[in-house]
């Protein structure tokens, strides 16, 4: 069995858990505290239609989520990081679903990572959020998001990042990098609200089309012009899920991700 599909024991609908590889399945609510000082590892993969998750990553502890969308769903994670805790996300969607992500780094020296991806074809619609709240001074966040929409479908990607009066020396960055083909069409809203002076932040986005030269390219060295299309959107997206925060992880996100791609 792989990753995704044996993730370790089953995670409690609440309590709390340490360190190991736990599996989150269909839950319809998850309210868990990480122990202090703990390594945990979080799969969710195939869970609910609608899903409610409440993560507490108590002081020191280190918690690593693989989050795999395939299915249209609904899920809102929160995730409260203490002193010195840290917290890495990658997150993969590939279906009409609607995804939110809200970390607050509530105590000095906490830190958040979230490498993410969404595929979209057809006439599928799809959203992603994703809000960093520095509460606490000295923390530090990075996230990054890769959309791909092609035919008729629709995705967006909204992100905030939120700095308190009192969390200084704040190092923070978002990007959002998105590919359209055909009449789709991606909307990207990255935001920072920031109420402290002593802070290093930035952010980014794009939508843009396929590279007409590297297609060029591609095909002058014999490939067909769909082959070179999913090649490079194949690219494009391969370095979310080859530095997952699962390393075990890696092989089968990027099949997934190539399932996808097949349909574009």
């Known amino acids: 069995m792989g990753c995704l599909n044996n993730g370790g024991q089953p995670v409690p609908a609440s309590g709390r858990i340490g360190s ?158 998105n590919i359209t083909i055909g009449e789709a069409h991606i909307e990207t809203l990255p935001q920072l609200e920031i109420y402290a002076d002593d802070v290093k932040c930035s952010h980014g986005a794009t939508v843009g089309q396929m590279d007409a030269d590297a297609i060029l390219y591609m095909r002058q060295r014999g490939l067909s012009l769909a082959d070179a299309k999913r090649l490079q959107i194949e690219g494009f997206v391969a370095d979310v899920v080859m530095h997952s925060a699962m390393e075990e992880c890696s092989e089968e996100l990027m099949k997934m991700l190539e399932s996808k791609l097949e349909l574009l």
Not at 95 to 123: C, H, I, K, Q, Y
Not at 142 to 152: F, L
Request: aromatic share 4%; with cysteine; net charge negative.
């Open 20 to 177: 190991g590889r736990w599996l989150v399945e269909a839950l319809p609510s998850l309210d868990i505290t990480i122990d202090q000082g703990a390594k945990c590892e979080l799969v969710m993969a195939n869970g609910a239609k609608s899903a409610d998750i409440n993560i507490d990553v108590e002081r020191g502890a280190e918690l690593n989520i693989v989050h795999a969308v395939a299915n249209s769903s609904v899920a809102d994670i929160a995730v409260a990081l203490a002193e010195g805790a840290t917290c890495r996300i990658t997150e993969v969607v590939t279906s009409s679903s609607d995804v939110r992500v809200v970390a607050s780094l509530m105590e000095p020296n906490a830190r958040f990572e979230l490498d993410g991806a969404f595929v979209l074809t057809g006439e599928e619609k799809g959203s992603v959020a994703v809000d960093v709240n520095h509460i606490a001074s000295d923390c530090s966040s990075r996230t990054s998001y890769k959309g791909v929409a092609s035919g008729k479908a629709h995705g967006s990607f909204s992100g905030l990042v939120y700095v308190a009066p009192d969390a200084q020396r704040t190092d923070s960055q978002q990007s959002s990098r």
